[in-house]
């Protein structure tokens, strides 16, 4: 940005995850600000903006159109989010941070000696290329510097200027588009910067195009701080701004009767203008020591004229100066001049403004920082705000070490998540926003492909399974969920609802012959598998006494003379036995038989009666229900089996077998694949299940696998390596037992101590002590933690997913139970 004066570097500053954060990244992180301060942007004038806006939930809708959305009535699902969005209006913080890099002197005298044309940017860019392509250099070089702070600082495109400058204006008006080089200058800076503001003794009023007030704007100083502040606490003055709230002032006779008084409670919104200069090293050294060489002579006059002892404040003073002095000779520490200033801004009335005025003025007095609205100098401190002035009102300011500018924590907040992908929910934290969460993309990016969803039962972590589940199908993902608790039908009812592919099989004789091996295994070469897939699933099936005087042989016998015949089933291997001469293979044949009538038997081993689909590798969500299964423990042996722990193994042989299978396929290499497990500790109680777990779990990104977890036991998670080394994400619902809470604390990478295990036990609370459904921990892919909501984005869609026990999905008319996460 370029000024008749001077040119100014604008960044854009990323956010930190603070809230979470432990004390000594917390330390380490503010020790690099103040590094960065003292070491990259000592001797510049800066200005620090930290601005806010609406979340448009319209580009919601353009990135699925994009192509984020590609299955079913994916335009009605983003839609239906895109009106939650609008709902909730969550804004969004901007971090921006100007840094003037030189004086332009003579540069105007230059400027009229090209012509009433060239002034008026007519023809070309006021800054001559060489200028710019200077300038330019610049601030890319002192851009890398500032990258590598804690604000990963990336230079500002000219659309977030002209947002940044246009905004002030409060007008609708089209933003100007700049040149092919990259320059907004001339009428279309005249234009951009139109508009009329009416100053008054403690506000300002922002008129529109047609003469109607169309915001009032007032500038507060902050002209007093505590000698000390705490850290984390009321010393974050800057990162506190998106805590204001306030009560408006609405008429009783247009509040409805039913209201929620909670809704009434609405966010300020205030933005900050913090104008700074970072003395370097030894300019600062030497103010500091003429400060303690001051106190020093008055303590030592104020001895030789008084026999009283001089006054504790000229010792104190000395005694702070030789000590600021030490430290900042061994430390990256020096002073800073600031100016903060506080914009409070309403588009609704000059009443509603004194309204949020007061509630900033309270918050902060709270802390002991004094807050006063600038009377009688609302212009001056107006343009002091600014981008391109400078300071009008130098003696609202202070100098004071850079800690005191840091540890405002401006850049800390709250921040989880993915950048791009579905939006799931949103940030319960210090700083608001939305949280995305893409189960699909681990794989895209390179990544590992895990996510756990963890906690008690009844706090939302199922449905927030079903939430994920439902995106990825969206996305064009195949679903396949083992279903050993029986709830997850209204996935299915819901996936229907919105157009996409969706098939519930359950156990029983309706779905003979669904998981047949034969039929899960048959593409690609899955013949071969098949062959010995199918003697062991059987020979698990089969009795033991039978197993032990040799069933095995004549069932391998079997299954390879059904797959020399042709269209092999596992049902077709049953009744071969049942007809060979050999008494052994007759008697096997029977009793696997009488067992494929069995609920548990029929879907692997049963023959097909046409009345359910058997399970596909389609694009589409796919949930097998197997809520009877009797597994036995891992430390059984097979000849302690009983009936239903038999079929229940084998019945999970197909599903594991069919899991790995099919995530290996070469021809489905390019769809993206999704297995779901709730209930997961059912499947880390066998030896097969872990193995099956940590397998997908490893190969999920070559195999473009996601693999989604859902436990209420974390500390038998945390004993799968295999599955704990991929985590992308982890969902961390309430736990209430230490020993839960140790294991949760080590899947979110926070330390095992008391504050996180009272932070796990609140998540799932609302402040009354009652259940807070869908609330959770995040820790995403970069390891960063903040607390998030599971937002459902309907009632519709909530009641479909409902898991208590008085649901009932309409899919295959079978009740299920389903928790609930709260709109």
């Known amino acids: 940005m370029s000024t008749d004066t001077h040119a100014e570097a604008w960044y854009v500053l990323a956010s930190s995850n603070t809230d979470l954060m432990s004390e000594s990244a917390r330390d380490g992180e503010l020790d690099a600000a103040n590094a960065a301060l003292a070491r990259t942007l000592a001797g510049y004038d800066c200005h620090l903006r930290v601005l806010w806006s609406p979340l448009h939930a319209e580009d919601y809708a353009a990135e699925a159109a994009a192509g984020m959305f590609t299955a079913g009535a994916w335009d009605e699902w983003a839609e239906l989010r895109v009106r939650r969005l609008e709902q909730i209006g969550l804004p969004t913080r901007h971090?921006?941070?100007?840094?003037?890099?030189?004086?332009?002197?003579?540069?105007?005298?230059?400027?009229?000696?090209?012509?009433?044309?060239?002034?008026?940017?007519?023809?070309?860019?006021?800054?001559?290329?060489?200028?710019?392509?200077?300038?330019?250099?610049?601030?890319?070089?002192?851009?890398?510097?500032?990258?590598?702070?804690?604000?990963?600082?990336?230079?500002?495109?000219?659309?977030?200027?002209?947002?940044?400058?246009?905004?002030?204006?409060?007008?609708?008006?089209?933003?100007?588009?700049?040149?092919?080089?990259?320059?907004?200058?001339?009428?279309?800076?005249?234009?951009?910067?139109?508009?009329?503001?009416?100053?008054?003794?403690?506000?300002?009023?922002?008129?529109?195009?047609?003469?109607?007030?169309s915001a009032w704007v007032s500038v507060l100083t902050m002209s007093g701080f505590p000698e000390q502040m705490e850290i984390p606490g009321a010393g974050e003055w800057?990162?506190?701004?998106?805590?204001?709230?306030?009560?408006?002032?609405?008429?009783?006779?247009?509040?409805?009767?039913?209201?929620?008084?909670?809704?009434?409670?609405?966010?300020?919104?205030?933005?900050?203008?913090?104008?700074?200069?970072?003395?370097?090293?030894?300019?600062?050294?030497?103010?500091?020591?003429?400060?303690?060489?001051?106190?020093?002579?008055?303590?030592?006059s104020a001895a030789q004229q008084s026999a009283e002892e001089p006054g504790r404040d000229i010792e104190e003073t000395e005694e702070v100066m030789a000590e600021l002095t030490r430290e900042m000779r061994r430390e990256d520490l020096t002073l800073v001049e600031d100016h903060p200033r506080i914009v409070v801004t309403s588009t609704t009335s000059l009443d509603d403004l004194r309204a949020r005025v007061d509630a900033v003025i309270t918050h902060y007095g709270g802390s002991g920082i004094e807050v006063s609205v600038g009377e009688e100098e609302q212009r001056e401190l107006w343009l002091?705000?600014?981008?391109?002035?400078?300071?009008?009102?130098?003696?609202?300011?202070?100098?004071?070490?850079?800690?005191?500018?840091?540890?405002?924590?401006?850049?800390?907040?709250?921040?989880?998540?993915?950048?791009?992908?579905?939006?799931v929910g949103y940030l319960t934290g210090s700083t608001p926003g939305v949280f995305r969460n893409d189960v699909t993309a681990g794989s895209d990016r390179g990544d590992a492909t895990t996510t756990a969803y963890v906690g008690r039962s009844g706090r939302g972590k199922t449905t927030a399974m079903m939430l994920s589940m439902l995106d990825a199908?969206?996305?064009?993902?195949?679903?396949?969920?083992?279903?050993?608790?029986?709830?997850?039908?209204?996935?299915?009812?819901?996936?229907?609802?919105?157009?996409l592919n969706a098939h519930l099989i359950e156990t029983g004789p309706r779905f003979a012959g669904a998981v047949d091996l034969f039929t899960l295994l048959g593409a690609e070469g899955g013949i071969d598998v098949a062959r010995g897939e199918v003697p062991a699933q059987l020979s698990i099936a089969a009795p033991e006494h039978l197993r032990e005087r040799g069933a095995e042989t004549p069932i391998t016998h079997a299954t390879n003379a059904v797959i020399k015949a042709g269209d092999p089933a596992t049902w077709k291997v049953i009744e071969y036995l049942r007809q060979m001469q050999d008494p052994l293979a007759r008697e096997t044949g029977e009793a696997l038989y009488e067992l494929s009538q069995n609920s548990l038997g029929a879907p692997f081993m049963g023959r097909p009666t046409g009345e359910a689909p058997p399970l596909e590798p389609k694009p589409g969500i796919w949930v097998v229900q197997m809520p009877g299964l009797a597994l036995p423990g891992a430390d059984s042996s097979r000849s302690e089996w009983n009936p239903m722990q038999r079929l229940s193994v084998a019945l999970m042989h197909s599903m594991l077998a069919?899991?790995?299978?099919?995530?290996?396929?070469?021809?489905?290499?390019?769809?993206?694949?999704?297995?779901?497990?709730?209930?997961?500790?059912?499947?880390?109680?066998?030896?097969?299940?872990?193995?099956?777990?940590?397998?997908?779990?490893?190969?999920?990104?070559?195999?473009?696998?996601?693999?989604?977890?859902?436990?209420?036991?974390?500390?038998?998670?945390?004993?799968?390596?295999?599955?704990?080394?991929?985590?992308?994400?982890?969902?961390?619902?309430?736990?209430?037992?230490?020993?839960?809470?140790?294991?949760?604390?080590?899947?979110?990478?926070?330390?095992?101590?008391?504050?996180?295990?009272?932070?796990?036990?609140?998540?799932?609370?609302?402040?009354?002590?009652?259940?807070?459904?869908?609330?959770?921990?995040?820790?995403?892919?970069?390891?960063?933690?903040?607390?998030?909501?599971?937002?459902?984005?309907?009632?519709?869609?909530?009641a479909l997913l409902d898991t208590t026990p008085k649901a009932t999905q309409g899919g295959n008319d079978s009740a299920v139970t389903m928790e609930k996460v709260d709109v």
């Open 473 to 499: 199908g969206f996305r064009g993902a195949y679903c396949l969920a083992l279903d050993f608790k029986g709830d997850l039908g209204g996935v299915v009812s819901a996936a229907r609802r919105y157009g």
């Open 95 to 213: 971090l921006l941070l100007g840094v003037r890099l030189t004086e332009r002197t003579g540069q105007a005298q230059t400027l009229s000696r090209r012509g009433m044309q060239e002034g008026l940017g007519l023809n070309s860019a006021s800054l001559g290329a060489r200028e710019l392509a200077k300038l330019d250099a610049q601030m890319r070089r002192l851009g890398r510097r500032l990258e590598s702070s804690p604000w990963k600082a990336v230079p500002a495109s000219v659309e977030m200027l002209t947002w940044m400058i246009s905004r002030e204006q409060h007008r609708n008006a089209p933003l100007p588009a700049p040149t092919a080089a990259g320059v907004i200058s001339g009428a279309k800076l005249a234009a951009l910067t139109r508009g009329r503001i009416y100053p008054h003794p403690d506000h300002l009023r922002v008129i529109d195009a047609h003469g109607e007030v």
């Open 238 to 300: 800057l990162r506190t701004l998106s805590e204001i709230n306030y009560v408006p002032d609405i008429p009783d006779d247009e509040l409805p009767d039913d209201i929620d008084p909670a809704s009434l409670i609405l966010p300020v919104s205030p933005e900050a203008s913090v104008r700074f200069r970072v003395q370097p090293k030894r300019e600062a050294l030497k103010k500091v020591d003429q400060a303690r060489r001051l106190a020093k002579e008055q303590r030592r």
């Open 658 to 798: 069919y899991g790995v299978t099919t995530a290996g396929r070469r021809d489905l290499r390019g769809l993206r694949k999704a297995v779901c497990v709730p209930e997961v500790h059912v499947l880390t109680a066998t030896r097969e299940g872990a193995t099956f777990l940590q397998y997908i779990a490893r190969v999920g990104r070559a195999l473009a696998t996601s693999l989604l977890l859902d436990t209420q036991d974390p500390e038998s998670l945390v004993k799968l390596v295999g599955v704990i080394e991929q985590l992308t994400t982890v969902a961390a619902f309430q736990l209430t037992t230490p020993e839960q809470q140790d294991a949760l604390a080590q899947l979110l990478g926070l330390p095992k101590n008391q504050h996180t295990r009272d932070l796990i036990q609140d998540v799932g609370l609302l402040p009354d002590r009652e259940i807070r459904h869908g609330h959770c921990i995040i820790r995403d892919r970069r390891f960063s933690c903040a607390t998030v909501q599971w937002d459902v984005p309907s009632d519709e869609l909530l």
């Open 384 to 423: 002091e705000s600014q981008p391109g002035d400078q300071v009008r009102v130098p003696d609202l300011g202070h100098i004071r070490d850079v800690t005191a500018l840091t540890g405002s924590w401006w850049w800390g907040g709250a921040q989880v998540g993915d950048d791009t992908g579905p939006i």
